[in-house]
């Protein structure tokens, strides 16, 4: 069965520094996502992509935040400057169709640890 | 704002017994409402989606009910076995949002053998 893939499965960097967390989604799929799960706590939005664009983004993903699909099939979250709070876990997920009620299909995530 | 509860952190059960889980809600009325397994250290998997104008779903050994005037989700897992051990997120769409998922903050299930 197809599955949305994540590397790295976990990323160590001082603060400050930029990192760039890869995402493969499912192949024809059409919509994206990154969403980030503090140890402990629930899992948040923080945008969704569609078309080469952001079509909706969270008050999380703030100006230290981008994304990109540099090909036909990477899609990735970069953290331009980062901050001890932004280590969580970090998913990409990924829907088929424009059907809001598609299941969204998440990868397993890359722990992120600021330092 | 829109609010979502799940019943309680952490749930025990022993093997065989149905574990019902609840996810309540305010301050909006979804369209449908999604359920969700976590394992530690990895991403949630899609489990079941009830849209607002149907009362139950079921999958296998799920159940889900959805009750849009108490404004509750019940999921049920009968014939609990020690392998469906796992957090267990609800999961709506965001107010206002086409896509956006907002997730509960979710259930940790423990079947006893």
């Known amino acids: 069965e197809p599955e949305v893939t994540q590397t790295p499965s976990h990323q160590v960097t001082q603060m400050g520094q930029e990192v760039i967390l890869r995402c493969v989604p499912i192949?024809?799929?059409?919509?994206f996502y990154w969403y980030r799960q503090i140890l402990g706590q629930k899992v948040e939005f923080l945008v969704s992509?569609?078309?080469?664009?952001?079509?909706?983004k969270s008050e999380i993903f703030d100006d230290q935040f981008s994304v990109e699909r540099p090909d036909g099939s990477n899609f990735t979250l970069k953290i331009r400057s980062t901050k001890l709070e932004d280590s969580a876990m970090y998913f990409c997920?990924?829907?088929?169709?424009?059907?809001?009620?598609?299941?969204?299909?998440f990868g397993p995530g890359t722990r992120l640890t600021v330092l | 704002s829109q609010k979502i509860e799940q019943n309680s952190e952490a749930l025990n059960i022993q093997e065989g017994k149905t574990a019902t889980l609840t996810c309540n809600y305010t301050?909006?009325?979804?369209?449908?409402l999604q359920w969700y397994r976590q394992d530690p250290g990895r991403g949630p998997v899609f489990l079941l989606l009830?849209?607002?104008?149907?009362k139950e779903k079921r999958k296998e050994r799920l159940k889900v009910t959805f009750d849009t005037t108490l404004k509750q989700s019940l999921f049920h897992i009968t014939a609990s076995q020690p392998a469906d051990s796992a957090t267990y997120l609800c999961?709506?769409?965001?107010?206002?949002?086409?896509?956006?998922?907002?997730f509960g903050s979710g259930t940790q299930l423990t079947v006893l053998p």
């Open positions: 192949s024809n799929h059409l919509y």
């Open positions: 992509f569609y078309n080469n664009e952001i079509s909706e």
């Open positions: 999961a709506l769409p965001a107010a206002g949002s086409a896509r956006q998922l907002t």
């Open positions: 997920a990924s829907v088929l169709r424009e059907s809001r009620t598609d299941t969204q299909y």
């Open positions: 009830i849209r607002e104008n149907e």
């Open positions: 301050n909006y009325s979804p369209a449908y």
